[in-house]
T-cell receptor, first 114, second 114 residues
Framework: EAGVAQSPRYKIIEKRQSVAFWCNPI?????LYWYQQILGQGPKLLIQFQNNGVVDDSQLPKDRFSAERLKGVDSTLKIQPAKLEDSAVYLC????????????FGEGSRLTVL | AQSVTQLDSQVPVFEEAPVELRCNYSSSVSVYLFWYVQYPNQGLQLLLKYLSGSTLVKGINGFEAEFNKSQTSFHLRKPSVHISDTAEYFCAVSAPQGAQKLVFGQGTRLTINP
């Protein structure tokens, strides 16, 4: 079974530039999550989708971050404009349902903002 | 709202020694508890989980954890560690009701010395 795919693995940009990350979840998984993991900290939930609807985006900085999940499958997370403090690993995860807590994570996209 | 505190940011141990990684949680409702492991340059993967029932749960790679409701703890243990256990370990909590939001602790870096 293929795992959660993310791209790009690494991205370096200047502050105020934009960046987009892509995630393809495990086939059949209805729930998709984007987490932000800053160095030395645990992952923080940015947004949770159930199929193509948003369940929780309370910690998404909506003035600069946006995310969508097209047709309930792939998802894209965008940052525009980026700030220095956005340097982090962006983790995508998916789960079959949202009730048992077993999330399957991708390898992450490491963003460095200079 | 739920929160998690991992009491040790780093734990160095010698190979074949026992180890305990400590986790305390805070919640006003019943909880589900999890331990995830992150090997270098990889995504997080589920080590074990407590949803209900027996308070002693066993996971992959010889790890186990005990849910202690009175002490609001969910410590992770392994009787004899190997070099391959070197990784970052994350404790996480969610509430059973409704669509779950998994809240992670800050992580504990386990370093195994030969």
């Amino acid at each position: 079974e293929a795992g959660v795919a993310q791209s790009p693995r690494y991205k370096i940009i200047e502050k105020r530039q934009s960046v987009a990350f892509w995630c393809n979840p495990i086939s059949g998984h209805a729930t998709l999550y984007w987490y932000q993991q800053i160095l030395g900290q645990g992952p923080k939930l940015l947004i949770q989708f159930q199929n193509n609807g948003v369940v929780d985006d309370s910690q998404l900085p909506k003035d600069r971050f946006s995310a969508e999940r097209l047709k309930g499958v792939d998802s894209t997370l965008k940052i525009q404009p980026a700030k220095l403090e956005d340097s982090a690993v962006y983790l995508c995860a998916s789960s079959f349902d949202s009730f048992t807590g077993e999330l399957f994570f991708g390898e992450g996209s490491r963003l460095t903002v200079l | 709202a739920q929160s998690v505190t991992q009491l040790d940011s780093q734990v160095p141990v010698f190979e074949e020694a026992p180890v305990e990684l400590r986790c305390n949680y805070s919640s006003s409702v019943s909880v589900y508890l999890f331990w995830y492991v992150q090997y270098p340059n990889q995504g997080l993967q589920l080590l074990l989980k407590y949803l209900s029932g027996s308070t002693l749960v066993k996971g992959i790679n010889g790890f186990e954890a005990e849910f202690n409701k009175s002490q609001t703890s969910f410590h992770l243990r392994k009787p004899s560690v190997h070099i391959s256990d070197t990784a970052e370990y994350f404790c996480a909590v969610s509430a059973p009701q409704g669509a779950q939001k998994l809240v992670f602790g800050q992580g504990t870096r386990l370093t195994i010395n030969p």
